[in-house]
């Protein structure tokens, strides 16, 4: 390896700044970490399996009872894992833990701290282009206050294939730069062909400039990185030479729509309790997700290049979920990867609706799927192998925990049909038991799902920060009914995701569509209802059968039914913006980047309002607005020409065919040309130099109306400040 590092890594002398790294760390005692962590989970398991089966064994042996007992095991492992990560982080919290990476630049001034050239990188596809560079503008304000922005370059690279968006980007990008003289710091890529979406996004980056950076600290389009945890999060690499990638615990902001706060709420509370959990057994070994982290480019380059998978997809073919596989290529040859669990400043922003969710949730589903090939791949870290194992757990346990259920349902059915004695019997996991012994397995169950909630909720209020959360009182409520709110979403997730698996296993892949993120105020609610009828009609079979043929069955499966039966209504209410705005007036759900933001937080916040104030298009306009401003307007014209790669002229029949496309485009308007007309006029030089010059040379009468009124409205439209894009 330091043959490698010679290619890249500075001299020695820079390794005696601070002393302590990752080096330190005692592998007998991470052994010791994983030991216990797997041991615990190991124990639990089995004591509930253990009791689960001779509760079985206590009645009359029949078909159901071996698969019920498999499942059980199954689904109580997946409990049992996040109780006991959760668990750990509670000792790591108390007691403190040395072996974070963080502690290896503890007590080094900012200004003091080594850096290496760096590129950050924000991919994006069909974005809100204001979101996009307001976050950046943010984030190079935020880097040039530390004082150390000249060691840092800007890259958006765009795979946008709506026209409108394309054009609103470069003409933000020619503004941003403008304003912060960024020009030679912060670029611009449009691809021409988008091939391996993200993943593709970046390798055709790193091909093209990679080796003129250390460093690379990738974003997704709404994320946001204080400067100060940029700075920080570069010179932990640059302390520690064995790391190939350091992932921050990125924490969900803006939320809106009740559902949006509600999780960023859960995240917020929860998740530091997880994630010091998780650092605790992962150390060297943890995991990568994709965004709000920082890469070292040349052994990235070298060691993590996808492969395509065997076969067609859904399960074959190029690699959707990227994140998981990187880690563990780069963990294979050697690199390792880090959590900064404890890194303040990473942001991101989470979906504004359930259906949203569910729609991000079908692409992760097959991305997590197609890891099975990858489980038996050679020379894998055992514990990379674990993370791919509970990526494809984590959607793979929706239909184990639905057919667990059902056979539950069938078995307490068959029960009932032969006369079982029912009344001597109570339900535990939708499985009749006796009595005394039920209670106690459905106790430490409901302790392992909730106990890391509550002891979140303690550890706030212990450490005195409940007023960041709306004080001791609101901070109850709000776990409460997160709590109410999360067990009915829970078999509603559920459905979903097996609906998913089964379509997968049948070979329905999946499109690459743009994230929704931006909050709407009108409830839909015919997609609702056509999303959700499948789960309501099932939840209502299922209760109707257990109310007639099991009565006592039918109240134990009461929380499960309410949740699928009030699916759509659930939805379109956790959807309205109107609800998530009056619940933070009401002081519920929330957060300490609310109550106690960050600058750059309520900067963006700020900007974004300004932005969003500004004169809109008039409609007839607002669909070809960014066509328009691209072949209208000088400045963007010579903007968007320049960014276009120059091709050489091509045959007779390709020169008359943008030839036509021209003459339409004048006219007939942009409204006659399909969406692939105009990205080909957009990416041909020629046509987009001839297109301006034409447009202001012809004569009224010979152009479509559509342009006349373009041209007319061009004044007013070009006196609002460019950086007002539009949504």
Same mark, same amino acid.
């Given at each position: 390896?330091?043959?490698?590092?010679?290619?890249?890594?500075?001299?020695?002398?820079?390794?005696?700044?601070? &002393?302590?790294?990752?080096?330190?760390?005692?592998?007998?005692?991470?052994?010791?970490?994983?030991?216990?962590? $797997? @041991?615990?989970?190991?124990?639990?398991?089995?004591?509930? /399996?253990?009791?689960?089966?001779?509760?079985?064994?206590?009645?009359?042996?029949?078909?159901?009872?071996?698969?019920?007992?498999?499942?059980? #095991?199954?689904?109580?492992?997946?409990?049992?894992?996040?109780?006991?990560?959760?668990?750990?982080?509670?000792?790591?919290?108390?007691?403190?833990?040395?072996?974070?990476?963080?502690?290896?630049?503890?007590?080094?001034?900012?200004?003091?701290?080594?850096?290496?050239?760096?590129?950050?990188?924000?991919?994006?596809?069909?974005?809100?282009?204001?979101?996009?560079?307001?976050? +950046?503008?943010?984030?190079?304000? @935020?880097?040039?206050?530390?004082?150390? *922005?000249?060691?840092?370059?800007?890259?958006?690279?765009?795979?946008?294939?709506?026209?409108?968006?394309?054009?609103?980007?470069?003409?933000?990008?020619?503004?941003?730069?403008?304003?912060?003289?960024?020009?030679?710091?912060?670029?611009?890529?449009?691809?021409?062909?988008?091939?391996?979406?993200?993943?593709?996004?970046?390798?055709?980056?790193?091909?093209?400039?990679?080796?003129?950076?250390?460093?690379?600290?990738?974003?997704?389009?709404?994320?946001?990185?204080?400067?100060?945890?940029?700075?920080?999060?570069?010179?932990?690499?640059?302390?520690?030479?064995?790391?190939?990638?350091?992932? /921050?615990?990125?924490?969900?902001?803006?939320?809106?729509?009740?559902?949006?706060?509600?999780?960023?709420?859960?995240?917020?509370?929860?998740?530091?309790?997880?994630?010091?959990?998780?650092?605790?057994?992962?150390?060297?070994?943890?995991?990568?997700?994709?965004?709000?982290?920082?890469?070292?480019?040349?052994?990235?380059?070298? =060691?993590?290049?996808?492969?395509?998978?065997?076969?067609?997809?859904?399960?074959?073919?190029?690699?959707?979920? !990227?994140?998981?596989?990187?880690?563990?290529?780069?963990?294979?040859?050697?690199?390792?990867?880090?959590?900064?669990?404890?890194?303040?400043?990473?942001?991101?922003?989470?979906?504004?609706?359930?259906?949203?969710?569910?729609?991000?949730?079908?692409?992760?589903?097959?991305?997590?799927?197609?890891?099975?090939?990858?489980?038996?791949?050679?020379?894998? !870290?055992?514990?990379?192998?674990?993370?791919?194992?509970?990526?494809?757990?984590?959607?793979?346990?929706?239909?184990?925990?639905?057919?667990?259920?059902?056979?539950?349902?069938? !078995?307490?059915?068959?029960?009932?049909? =032969?006369?079982?004695?029912?009344?001597?019997?109570?339900?535990?996991?939708?499985?009749?038991?006796?009595?005394?012994?039920?209670?106690?397995?459905?106790?430490?169950?409901?302790?392992?799902?909730?106990? &890391?909630?509550?002891?979140?909720?303690?550890?706030?209020?212990? !450490?005195?920060?409940?007023?960041?959360?709306?004080?001791?009182?609101?901070?109850?409520? @709000?776990?409460?009914?997160?709590?109410?709110?999360? #067990?009915?979403?829970?078999?509603?997730?559920?459905?979903? =995701?097996?609906?998913?698996?089964?379509?997968?296993?049948?070979?329905?892949?999946?499109?690459?569509? /743009?994230? %929704?993120?931006?909050?709407?105020?009108?409830?839909?609610?015919?997609?609702?209802?056509?999303? =959700?009828?499948?789960?309501?009609?099932?939840?209502?079979?299922?209760?109707?059968?257990?109310?007639?043929?099991?009565?006592?069955?039918?109240?134990?499966?009461?929380?499960?039914?309410?949740?699928?039966?009030?699916?759509?209504?659930?939805?379109?209410?956790?959807?309205?913006?109107?609800?998530?705005?009056?619940?933070?007036? *009401?002081?519920? $759900?929330?957060?300490?980047?609310?109550?106690?933001?960050?600058?750059?937080?309520?900067?963006?916040?700020?900007?974004?309002?300004?932005?969003?104030?500004?004169?809109?298009?008039? &409609?007839?306009?607002?669909?070809?607005?960014?066509?328009?401003?691209?072949?209208?307007? &000088?400045?963007?014209?010579?903007?968007?020409?320049?960014?276009?790669? %120059?091709?050489?002229?091509?045959?007779?029949?390709?020169?008359?065919?943008?030839?036509?496309?021209?003459?339409?485009?004048?006219?007939?308007?942009?409204?006659?040309?399909?969406?692939?007309?105009?990205?080909?006029?957009? +990416?041909?030089?020629?046509?987009?130099?001839?297109?301006?010059?034409?447009?202001?040379?012809?004569?009224?009468?010979?152009?479509?109306?559509?342009?006349?009124?373009?041209?007319?409205?061009?004044?007013?439209?070009?006196?609002?400040?460019?950086?007002?894009?539009?949504?």
């Amino acid at each position: 390896m330091s043959n490698q590092f010679n290619k890249w890594w500075s001299p020695p002398d820079r390794l005696t700044t601070s &002393p302590f790294t990752v080096e330190h760390v005692d592998k007998s005692r991470v052994s010791r970490r994983r030991a216990t962590f $797997f @041991s615990l989970v190991f124990l639990l398991t089995t004591l509930a /399996t253990w009791f689960m089966a001779d509760l079985l064994w206590k009645g009359p042996v029949n078909f159901f009872d071996l698969p019920l007992l498999t499942l059980f #095991a199954i689904l109580f492992a997946n409990i049992g894992t996040g109780f006991c990560t959760a668990l750990l982080g509670l000792y790591v919290i108390n007691r403190g833990d040395s072996a974070r990476i963080s502690r290896t630049i503890d007590d080094v001034p900012l200004d003091k701290l080594q850096l290496g050239s760096t590129a950050i990188v924000m991919p994006v596809f069909n974005e809100d282009p204001s979101r996009i560079f307001e976050g +950046l503008r943010v984030i190079y304000r @935020s880097l040039e206050q530390t004082g150390r *922005l000249d060691d840092f370059d800007f890259f958006i690279l765009s795979d946008s294939n709506d026209p409108n968006r394309w054009i609103q980007e470069e003409v933000a990008w020619a503004e941003l730069c403008k304003q912060l003289n960024g020009f030679g710091r912060i670029f611009y890529r449009k691809r021409r062909i988008s091939i391996n979406k993200k993943s593709g996004n970046v390798a055709d980056f790193l091909r093209r400039w990679g080796q003129s950076y250390r460093y690379m600290v990738v974003l997704d389009a709404d994320s946001i990185m204080t400067g100060e945890s940029i700075v920080k999060l570069v010179a932990m690499m640059e302390r520690n030479p064995t790391v190939g990638i350091l992932q /921050t615990a990125p924490r969900i902001i803006a939320g809106v729509t009740l559902y949006a706060r509600i999780q960023q709420f859960a995240s917020r509370l929860y998740g530091p309790l997880f994630l010091a959990g998780l650092n605790y057994w992962h150390q060297g070994e943890s995991n990568f997700w994709g965004h709000n982290a920082v890469i070292r480019v040349v052994p990235f380059m070298e =060691h993590a290049a996808l492969p395509d998978l065997p076969g067609k997809e859904p399960f074959g073919g190029r690699i959707l979920s !990227h994140d998981f596989v990187e880690a563990a290529l780069m963990r294979r040859a050697g690199w390792k990867v880090w959590l900064a669990y404890d890194l303040e400043g990473s942001f991101e922003e989470g979906p504004p609706t359930l259906i949203d969710a569910a729609k991000r949730d079908r692409r992760w589903c097959q991305g997590n799927l197609q890891h099975s090939w990858l489980l038996t791949a050679k020379a894998l !870290h055992p514990i990379n192998r674990f993370h791919l194992f509970q990526g494809i757990m984590g959607y793979l346990g929706s239909p184990i925990w639905l057919l667990f259920m059902l056979l539950s349902t069938l !078995h307490r059915f068959n029960g009932v049909a =032969h006369g079982d004695g029912s009344e001597k019997y109570t339900m535990i996991f939708d499985y009749a038991v006796p009595v005394p012994e039920a209670l106690a397995l459905f106790g430490l169950t409901m302790t392992l799902i909730f106990l &890391p909630k509550v002891l979140s909720v303690g550890l706030v209020l212990k !450490h005195r920060k409940s007023a960041a959360y709306g004080g001791p009182v609101r901070l109850i409520i @709000s776990a409460v009914l997160e709590v109410i709110t999360s #067990a009915l979403l829970a078999p509603i997730n559920m459905m979903f =995701h097996a609906k998913f698996v089964v379509y997968i296993l049948l070979g329905q892949g999946v499109g690459w569509v /743009t994230q %929704q993120r931006a909050a709407s105020e009108e409830a839909d609610w015919r997609e609702a209802i056509i999303t =959700h009828s499948g789960q309501t009609v099932f939840g209502l079979v299922w209760g109707a059968s257990a109310y007639v043929l099991a009565p006592s069955f039918f109240w134990w499966l009461l929380p499960v039914l309410l949740g699928l039966v009030l699916a759509a209504p659930l939805s379109i209410m956790l959807s309205r913006a109107g609800l998530g705005r009056r619940a933070r007036e *009401l002081g519920l $759900f929330l957060t300490p980047d609310e109550t106690q933001p960050a600058p750059e937080l309520a900067l963006l916040e700020n900007n974004l309002e300004e932005c969003y104030r500004q004169m809109q298009p008039i &409609p007839e306009l607002r669909k070809d607005y960014g066509l328009m401003q691209a072949i209208l307007d &000088p400045y963007m014209n010579a903007v968007h020409v320049s960014l276009l790669r %120059q091709r050489r002229p091509g045959s007779y029949s390709v020169r008359r065919y943008f030839v036509e496309l021209r003459r339409r485009l004048l006219a007939d308007g942009p409204q006659k040309l399909s969406t692939r007309e105009k990205l080909a006029l957009l +990416l041909d030089a020629e046509s987009m130099n001839w297109l301006h010059e034409q447009l202001w040379k012809q004569p009224p009468a010979q152009l479509s109306p559509w342009w006349r009124l373009a041209m007319r409205q061009y004044n007013v439209l070009t006196a609002t400040p460019v950086t007002a894009l539009y949504r």
